[in-house]
């Protein structure tokens, strides 16, 4: 079955760092996603990407944060300066097509700032 | 999208059906019911969605009442692999315009399965 796989499964870094985080999404699907979990917390909306470019954005993904599609298979997450706030678990999710379709999440990156 | 509301948290004994509700009482006609789970802190597992019919699949039945403004989860032989939280979510059908295609999760069901 396929499915979402996210690079690393955990990632410690300095506060000030910039960190990447990869997702390699289900072949043929066309919109991409970012959510956070802070522990203990909701799973928050980021980012969602088509075509290409941000289609949608949350009031969290600020001018710290970036996507990328470098190819033609990885999305990454991009955080340039992290806070300690920014330690969270980031789930990767992508869905195949308008309508109705569900969105598959890969098992996630957690972020630990320290 | 609109608002759900579900219980903070069941039991269920194992083997017997765990049904889980949810209240959308705002939902709109163009708007889906889905159900989404999170084993622990994995990433969430889609498990079923419905529009107005109920559905049916491997995992799990949804049935949906026929005003649209709740629904229940039925798991029809929990076992304890299914101790998880459950998310009820509505969406708008067709991604575009303000919305493509993102999930709003709540707090969710914490749902604990005992032998």
């Known amino acids: 079955e396929p499915e979402v796989t996210q690079t690393p499964s955990h990632q410690v870094t300095q506060m000030g760092q910039e960190v990447i985080l990869r997702c390699v999404p289900i072949?043929?699907?066309?919109?991409f996603y970012w959510y956070r979990q802070i522990l203990g917390q909701k799973v928050e909306f980021l980012v969602s990407?088509?075509?290409?470019?941000?289609?949608?954005k949350s009031e969290i993904f600020d001018d710290q944060f970036s996507v990328e599609r470098p190819d033609g298979s990885n999305f990454t997450l991009k955080i340039r300066s992290t806070k300690l706030e920014d330690s969270a678990m980031y789930f990767c999710?992508?869905?195949?097509?308008?309508?109705?379709?569900?969105?598959?999440f890969g098992q996630g990156t957690r972020l630990t700032v320290v | 999208d609109a608002k759900t509301t579900q219980p903070t948290s069941m039991d269920c004994a194992e083997g017997r059906a765990a049904n889980l509700p949810c209240n959308h009482s705002?939902?709109?006609?163009?708007?889906?019911v889905y159900w989404y789970r999170q084993i622990h802190s994995q990433g969430p597992q889609y498990i079923i969605h419905?529009?107005?019919n109920n559905e049916t699949n491997e995992m799990a039945s949804l049935i949906i009442t026929e005003d649209r403004k709740s629904s229940t989860l039925i798991l029809p032989h929990a076992t304890l692999r299914d101790t998880a939280v459950y998310y009820c979510?509505?969406?708008?059908?067709?991604?575009?315009?303000?919305?493509?295609?993102?999930?709003?999760f709540g707090q969710g069901t914490i749902l604990t399965v005992h032998p």
């Open positions: 705002t939902i709109s006609g163009n708007e889906y």
């Open positions: 979510i509505v969406r708008v059908a067709i991604a575009g315009g303000t919305s493509y295609g993102k999930l709003t």
């Open positions: 072949s043929n699907h066309l919109y």
């Open positions: 990407f088509y075509n290409n470019e941000i289609s949608e």
């Open positions: 419905g529009l107005k």
């Open positions: 999710a992508s869905r195949a097509l308008q309508g109705s379709t569900e969105a598959f």
